[in-house]
């Protein structure tokens, strides 16, 4: 047994430990996740004015401070008691902003954080086994993803075309929030009862123009298909199979033009959707399309036992056709991204938030009261530093992640989870593909698919709330009564681009906060063990892979465990927050600090 830890995964948001247990055939046999800061928001806000906690959380994550923003105000929308009388024109503007975060951290992931993995030199040396077709496949992939300042074997690599493209879109992306939230990161628009800033004709025309150039590149990078085509043939398909043969139909059109000249480039229609989409599945590339090979990433990061994971989804992007309000607990059905639970066979629940606990059995927290609720939840670090040591095992406590549960069960969070909830035909379609080939519905291929198709279905109903749903005119915001904070509570429950968040709030009897809890997607997916024992959902997605790239085919390295790159990357962690302390001396703690 070798133990294999990769400490920092890097390419991520935040301080992520992934430690693993590997067998002598390179299979992994027990995996710890450890979130290496402590996230000290929940005290902070303590005693605060309630208003405050809307700007205060966007210092959570410095790559989706929208969507904490977002979260927060919800919760406040809530306690102040005007959830259903926020205008219809502030929730679409509230879409838009989380739209366009949304898009521009998937495509941060997809380009600058996880696709630089695929230019990892394991691959050449599988590839280079396949003669001319395996070269011109690695060629691609070098030549598409690999990312500034790189070198293979002491040896510069050009930066990929992709990679180096998707930047000044990230920037764009990032202008055209700007523009209508006064600045990101840390937005000042969003504020309980609606927003604060309302957008005129000319920002609705930059916006489009952002947009537009947006679109651009996508067309020239992403999908080689007209985008119009590929709604309406997945997004819209009548069902899941259509959706999955229409891809499979256009993959077998590209195939049959590309094998026997070895032309897997843009010219000859290969974009990069389409090119992961034919050559990251083993059923899909090797069984369906007849390829000689693929990188086989439905083949790791799946899940062993259904009955120990579930998919959540809170919901997200208000259904702005109901007109002014919302429901705070999101039922099913309610926003255009449906709230909703799917088992680990697939199997549909209706979602009740009333069902989530949080569990710190195996973190460096005090355990005193057990699972709690978040609107009861407790956030006591430990503060002495002997107690705090990542390498006791998974019998130990060792992260500062709490394990947050449904009914008990682990469940990933994300665009798998989401698009699964709201039964989005493509990937509907491949996860019971999957499902009835024995292979796990969840993998490190259809997180990375779900991820490109929400970003493609975000990126359609974008231009509608943009110029059809928003009206300059109309009202953004009702008054809030500052008294009805007094003794009363408040729920946010949102959809970050990396999956469910919540935001809980109590006030006292003086209208300040008396508690504030948030648990994060990354809560979720990088779970540790809960009091039970039961791994979270990286844990367990780690547990059964093999560790090298295409199924260990070349043999174990353990130097170079490219499939927990995969693998923890997939989930798009983000472990970041932007004040954190932790005090190695052990003698300023407990301590007060003021957040400026």
């Given at each position: 047994?070798?133990?294999?830890?990769?400490?920092?995964?890097?390419?991520?948001?935040?301080?992520?430990?992934?430690?693993?247990?590997?067998?002598?055939?390179?299979?992994?046999?027990?995996?710890?996740?450890?979130?290496?800061?402590?996230?000290?928001?929940?005290?902070?806000?303590?005693?605060?004015?309630?208003?405050?906690?809307?700007?205060?959380?966007?210092?959570?994550?410095?790559?989706?401070?929208?969507?904490?923003?977002?979260?927060?105000?919800?919760?406040?929308?809530?306690?102040?008691?005007?959830?259903?009388?926020?205008?219809?024109?502030?929730?679409?503007?509230?879409?838009?902003?989380?739209?366009?975060?949304?898009?521009?951290?998937?495509?941060?992931?997809?380009?600058?954080?996880?696709?630089?993995?695929?230019?990892?030199?394991?691959?050449?040396?599988?590839?280079?086994?396949?003669?001319?077709?395996?070269?011109?496949?690695?060629?691609?992939?070098?030549?598409?993803?690999?990312?500034?300042?790189?070198?293979?074997?002491?040896?510069?690599?050009?930066?990929?075309?992709?990679?180096?493209?998707?930047?000044?879109?990230?920037?764009?992306?990032?202008?055209?929030?700007?523009?209508?939230?006064?600045?990101?990161?840390?937005?000042?628009?969003?504020?309980?009862?609606?927003?604060?800033?309302?957008?005129?004709?000319?920002?609705?025309?930059?916006?489009?123009?952002?947009?537009?150039?947006?679109?651009?590149?996508?067309?020239?990078?992403?999908?080689?298909?007209?985008?119009?085509?590929?709604?309406?043939?997945?997004?819209?398909?009548?069902?899941?199979?259509?959706?999955?043969?229409?891809?499979?139909?256009?993959?077998?059109?590209?195939?049959?033009?590309?094998?026997?000249?070895?032309?897997?480039?843009?010219?000859?229609?290969?974009?990069?959707?389409?090119?992961?989409?034919?050559?990251?599945?083993?059923?899909?590339?090797?069984?369906?399309?007849?390829?000689?090979?693929?990188?086989?990433?439905?083949?790791?990061?799946?899940?062993?036992?259904?009955?120990?994971?579930?998919?959540?989804?809170?919901?997200?992007?208000?259904?702005?056709?109901?007109?002014?309000?919302?429901?705070?607990?999101?039922?099913?059905?309610?926003?255009?991204?449906?709230?909703?639970?799917?088992?680990?066979?697939?199997?549909?629940?209706?979602?009740?938030?009333?069902?989530?606990?949080?569990?710190?059995?195996?973190?460096?927290?005090?355990?005193?009261?057990?699972?709690?609720?978040?609107?009861?939840?407790?956030?006591?670090?430990?503060?002495?530093?002997?107690?705090?040591?990542?390498?006791?095992?998974?019998?130990?406590?060792?992260?500062?992640?709490?394990?947050?549960?449904?009914?008990?069960?682990?469940?990933?969070?994300?665009?798998?989870?989401?698009?699964?909830?709201?039964?989005?035909?493509?990937?509907?379609?491949?996860?019971?593909?999957?499902?009835?080939?024995?292979?796990?519905?969840?993998?490190?291929?259809?997180?990375?698919?779900?991820?490109?198709?929400?970003?493609?279905?975000?990126?359609?109903?974008?231009?509608?709330?943009?110029?059809?749903?928003?009206?300059?005119?109309?009202?953004?915001?009702?008054?809030?009564?500052?008294?009805?904070?007094?003794?009363?509570?408040?729920?946010?429950?949102?959809?970050?681009?990396?999956?469910?968040?919540?935001?809980?709030?109590?006030?006292?009897?003086?209208?300040?906060?008396?508690?504030?809890?948030?648990?994060?997607?990354?809560?979720?997916?990088?779970?540790?063990?809960?009091?039970?024992?039961?791994?979270?959902p990286l844990e367990q997605s780690l547990i059964g892979s093999k560790i090298n790239a295409v199924g260990n085919i070349l043999g174990v390295d353990y130097s170079n465990p490219v499939s927990i790159f995969h693998i923890g990357r997939s989930y798009d962690p983000c472990i970041s927050c932007a004040v954190h302390t932790i005090d190695l001396t052990g003698k300023n703690a407990p301590n007060t600090l003021r957040i400026v």
């Open positions: 047994m070798v133990n294999v830890t990769v400490n920092p995964l890097t390419r991520i948001e935040g301080h992520l430990s992934v430690d693993t247990d590997v067998d002598a055939n390179g299979v992994i046999t027990d995996s710890r996740s450890s979130c290496l800061i402590f996230r000290g928001f929940e005290r902070i806000l303590q005693k605060q004015d309630p208003r405050d906690a809307a700007l205060l959380t966007q210092r959570i994550c410095g790559v989706c401070p929208i969507s904490h923003g977002l979260a927060s105000t919800n919760a406040l929308d809530d306690l102040y008691g005007v959830a259903d009388q926020v205008p219809k024109d502030a929730l679409v503007m509230r879409n838009i902003f989380q739209g366009l975060n949304t898009i521009a951290s998937h495509a941060t992931h997809i380009y600058v954080l996880w696709g630089p993995d695929l230019a990892n030199p394991a691959y050449r040396n599988v590839l280079a086994t396949l003669g001319d077709t395996g070269n011109a496949v690695w060629k691609e992939m070098v030549g598409r993803f690999a990312p500034i300042s790189y070198k293979i074997d002491g040896q510069s690599v050009p930066v990929g075309s992709s990679y180096i493209a998707a930047i000044p879109e990230k920037k764009r992306l990032q202008e055209a929030i700007a523009l209508i939230a006064g600045r990101m990161p840390g937005s000042v628009s969003p504020y309980p009862g609606g927003y604060t800033y309302k957008a005129n004709v000319g920002d609705i025309v930059k916006l489009s123009s952002y947009y537009l150039q947006v679109m651009d590149f996508v067309s020239k990078y992403t999908l080689q298909v007209p985008f119009d085509a590929w709604i309406a043939n997945t997004y819209k398909a009548s069902s899941p199979q259509k959706a999955v043969s229409f891809v499979v139909e256009h993959l077998k059109g590209l195939v049959d033009k590309s094998l026997t000249s070895n032309d897997f480039s843009r010219e000859a229609g290969w974009g990069d959707a389409e090119f992961y989409a034919a050559f990251g599945s083993e059923l899909v590339g090797e069984t369906l399309l007849g390829l000689p090979a693929s990188l086989k990433h439905d083949k790791i990061g799946g899940y062993s036992d259904p009955s120990k994971i579930a998919f959540l989804a809170y919901g997200g992007f208000y259904n702005t056709e109901n007109g002014d309000g919302y429901d705070p607990t999101s039922p099913e059905g309610d926003r255009f991204q449906t709230s909703g639970i799917v088992t680990g066979k697939l199997e549909y629940q209706k979602f009740d938030s009333s069902k989530i606990t949080e569990s710190v059995a195996h973190s460096f927290y005090d355990d005193s009261k057990g699972d709690l609720h978040p609107t009861v939840g407790e956030t006591i670090p430990f503060t002495d530093p002997a107690k705090i040591d990542y390498t006791g095992g998974s019998d130990s406590k060792y992260t500062w992640d709490k394990a947050p549960r449904y009914e008990g069960i682990p469940c990933e969070v994300g665009p798998l989870s989401r698009m699964l909830a709201m039964k989005e035909p493509l990937v509907t379609g491949l996860a019971l593909a999957f499902n009835e080939k024995g292979y796990s519905a969840a993998n490190v291929y259809t997180r990375m698919m779900a991820r490109i198709q929400e970003t493609v279905i975000i990126a359609n109903e974008l231009l509608k709330w943009v110029t059809v749903d928003y009206d300059p005119n109309g009202k953004i915001s009702v008054p809030i009564d500052l008294s009805a904070a007094k003794n009363s509570q408040g729920m946010g429950l949102w959809e970050a681009p990396r999956g469910a968040l919540g935001h809980w709030i109590s006030a006292g009897s003086d209208g300040k906060v008396a508690n504030y809890q948030a648990i994060v997607p990354s809560s979720w997916n990088m779970s540790p063990r809960d009091a039970a024992g039961v791994p979270g």
